[in-house]
């Protein structure tokens, strides 16, 4: 009971701050087309570009972020980065050039510290035996904002392709202001630490960490799977309209319901299911059923078989919050926000390396060069991806649980 308001409040963050990613994702193959005139797949490269740039930022920054908050609370650390997230929003809604979107995802980046620092504050109240579930609800409530994102930016594209961005920002410092007045800090003299720069850094953040038993395979399995999931907010926008015709609307929808299929399968089915099956075969189980949506997305060609697809690749979230429970329970609680930065910054590196694995995988393919079109080759690379998580888990040893956790 003393835990509920505060986790309240930190999914709720996740809502809103997924909202306002999920809120300009139908727009892009637009904005990027208006900006600099180029064609859908150029469009798609760029867009590549962008996440790319915004990914690097988050690689460099996130360890020092989740050091900051453990050394001085997570508190000011989800603040200040909800205020910068908003400016950021704003000077992506009246940038005219695509220079002026490159600066705005570098200063996103940077400040992009919501999510690991709100499953620091997470690992902070759950006991060992409550991190995978809680997760899992951190999974739920982005699914949740992903739903009313998307739908929502399709929406407000007919009022042109800034109108997202504009509404992105108002909830990103709405947001920040409630945070103000309600959120509690969770770092105490008991678990907080000094900030050490050799720790702050992602490598020496790795280094540190590494040392605990079984982390460094599990991180790699969290580094491939995060590229291969990556081909859900990396092209479908471009997907769906080089295979099916979906314009913004129909985009956003898509999107809103995936997201829905996501809270609904993290919110509800996740506890049960990890009750019932463990968070190991949790993931083995996620890690196929992903394989299976990705290769029957490879190469279908019907939009409403797509989205008839959708519950079974919602199904295959679970792979991620059991991974996630797994590492959680192997460090301390002084360590929790170095671990959750470090994740953030594997992550991070996958996000850097996937938009140019997808987005170009995806110009090929659809581009005058390739012996045929298919447009649904990025998500074949993504099958073969995860078949290589599944061979690399299995041969994983269980991760000894931390004595201070």
């Known amino acids: 009971m003393q835990n509920r308001l505060p986790l309240t409040f930190i999914l709720i963050t996740v809502v809103i701050d997924s ?4 809120l300009i994702l139908p727009v892009m193959p637009d904005l990027i087309q208006e900006v600099e005139g180029h064609d859908l797949g150029m469009a798609a490269v760029w867009g590549g570009i962008l996440t790319t740039i915004f990914a690097a930022m988050q690689f460099l920054f996130s360890p020092t972020v989740g050091n900051i908050s453990d050394r001085f609370g997570r508190r000011p650390v989800l603040l200040w980065s909800l205020v910068f997230m908003s400016l950021d929003y704003v000077l992506m809604a009246v940038a005219g050039t695509i220079w002026l979107l490159v600066i705005g995802r570098i200063i996103g980046g940077i400040t992009a510290a919501t999510q690991s620092t709100a499953a620091a504050y997470v690992a902070d109240i759950s006991t060992p035996a409550e991190k995978a ?15 009313f994102g998307p739908m929502l930016g399709g929406v407000l594209a007919e009022f042109g392709t800034r109108a997202p961005f504009w509404a992105a920002a108002v909830l990103a ?23 050490e720069w050799r720790r702050a850094n992602p490598l020496g953040a790795f280094k540190n960490i590494g040392r605990l038993p079984g982390l460094k395979r599990l991180m790699l399995i969290h580094f491939v799977y995060t590229i291969a999931f990556f081909v859900y907010p990396g092209v479908w926008a471009y997907f ?20 829905i299929g996501i809270a609904i399968v993290q919110g509800f089915l996740m506890k049960p299911l990890l009750d019932r099956i463990g968070e190991r075969r949790a993931v083995i189980l996620g890690l196929g059923i992903d394989t299976l949506a990705f290769g029957i997305l490879g190469f279908i060609t019907n939009g409403w078989v797509a989205l008839a697809l959708i519950p079974l690749t919602a199904l295959g979230s679970i792979a991620g919050p059991a991974l996630h429970g797994i590492m959680a329970r192997t460090a301390s609680d002084d360590q929790q926000g170095e671990l959750q930065g470090l994740i953030a910054s594997i992550a991070a590196v996958a996000t850097i390396i996937a938009p140019l694995i997808v987005t ?7 581009s005058d060069r390739s012996p045929f079109y298919m447009p649904g080759a990025p998500f074949l690379v993504s099958a073969l991806l995860t078949i290589g998580c ?6 994983t040893p269980r991760p000894q649980k931390s004595r201070a956790s």
């Open 19 to 22: 909202m306002g990613i999920g």
């Open 133 to 147: 579930v809680n997760f899992g609800r951190i999974g739920a409530a982005f699914g949740i904002g992903f739903v």
């Open 173 to 195: 410092g709405a947001n920040a202001i409630f945070g103000y007045f309600v959120l509690p800090e969770t770092v105490t003299d008991r678990i907080r630490r000094k900030f």
């Open 240 to 259: 769906g309209v080089a295979r099916f015709g979906w314009g913004p609307g129909m985009i956003g929808l898509s999107l809103g319901i995936f997201g």
């Open 360 to 366: 170009q995988t995806f110009y090929y393919f659809t």
């Open 390 to 395: 599944i061979m690399v888990f299995v041969q």
